[in-house]
């Protein structure tokens, strides 16, 4: 996953936007040359709207690749978790209990303590 996701990105329960993104890991890789800005309202890597923000520097942006993350959302407080890259933006009853305990069991100490308060959010 590339921090550009959360210029689109909204919760699927409360469509709530921006959400906010708690890395665990990322890999940098080699970035190309970025021409401009490349999202259109909201910057992920320095968490704010494009147009309060200045010095955007989208080559560097676009070298990051997140590997292990977790998704929050304010408005409604649930949390989705980005594995291997991959965000799992999944409603409540879609998500696998067991997953989102694994995830919470490997990832605790690293976790928001609202992600740890609410626990798991699968109903399967």
């Known amino acids: ?4 996701l ?3 990105l909204a919760c699927p329960i409360c469509k709530s936007f921006p959400l906010n993104l708690h890395v665990i890991r990322e890999e940098k890789r ?5 021409e401009g800005v490349k999202c259109e309202l909201y910057c992920g890597l320095k968490r704010g709207y ?19 993350a ?6 409604c407080g649930r949390w ?3 594995l291997e890259g991959i965000p799992r933006m999944l ?4 998500r696998s209990r067991k997953e989102d305990e694994e995830f919470l069991s490997k990832f605790g100490n690293l976790l928001p303590k609202k992600v740890l308060e ?3 959010v699968g109903k399967g």
């Open 50 to 68: 494009i147009s309060e923000l200045k010095d955007l520097d989208c080559s560097s942006c676009l070298g990051i690749e997140i590997e292990e």
């Open 80 to 82: 989705y978790p980005v």
């Open 1 to 4: 996953m590339r921090y550009r």
């Open 118 to 120: 609410r626990g798991p």
């Open 30 to 34: 080699e970035a190309k040359k970025a």
């Open 6 to 8: 959360m210029d689109v």
């Open 91 to 94: 409603p409540d009853e879609l």
């Open 70 to 75: 977790v998704i929050t959302c304010d408005k």
